[in-house]
């Protein structure tokens, strides 16, 4: 189950760009390439919803981190586009915000985003479905079969609601 939570990571990294105000504070980073088209039955009844990053405004540099102890911090920054389709429906979001992954030595994963942060609960699991995050939002990714939002602070948008 490796894969899941690298794939998690990607995704949550992907779907947590900032915005260009913040770009020269990471001026220089890696660039990373867009996430891939993740297609699944993520809002129950309304059947297959196709979630990607709009190419053209893709933009994310990532900066990395080791401690002595062995945790790995990775700064990014960007800013992204994520379009929504399912049900009939094509809706376009902002999700950018600058953000903090921290990986632990003991494997656990904490993702922190501030701005708008996009967020793919998998079916079958307690937070399932497509919600949008503005504000600060802590995600837990100790389980690496499920990412969690442990905490957050703003506004909560419920993106399976407006496709139905």
Not at 7 to 16: D, G, H, K, Y
Not at 72 to 81: A, I, K, P, S
Not at 91 to 100: A, E, I, N, V
Request: charged share 10%; aromatic share 8%.
């Amino acid at each position: 189950m490796g894969w899941l939570r690298r794939a998690l990571i990607v995704v949550l990294l992907s779907a947590m760009a900032v915005s260009l105000t913040s770009a020269g504070v990471l001026a220089g980073g890696t660039p990373v390439p867009p996430p891939p088209t993740l297609t699944d039955n993520f809002c129950g009844n309304l059947g297959p919803i196709t979630v990607s990053a709009d190419v053209d405004s893709w933009k994310l540099t990532l900066k990395v981190f080791t401690s002595r102890n062995g945790t790995e911090v990775d700064l990014f920054t960007g800013h992204q586009r994520t379009i929504v389709q399912g049900n009939g429906k094509r809706l376009t979001f902002d999700s950018s915000g600058p953000g903090r992954i921290t990986i632990y030595p003991n494997g656990n994963v904490t993702v922190v985003g501030t701005g708008h942060l996009f967020y793919l609960g998998a079916p079958g699991t307690p937070q399932a479905g497509i919600f949008l995050y503005s504000g600060v939002t802590v995600i837990d990714i100790s389980d690496p079969t499920n990412a969690t939002v442990s905490s957050y602070r703003g506004n909560k948008l419920d993106v399976c609601a407006l496709l139905a």
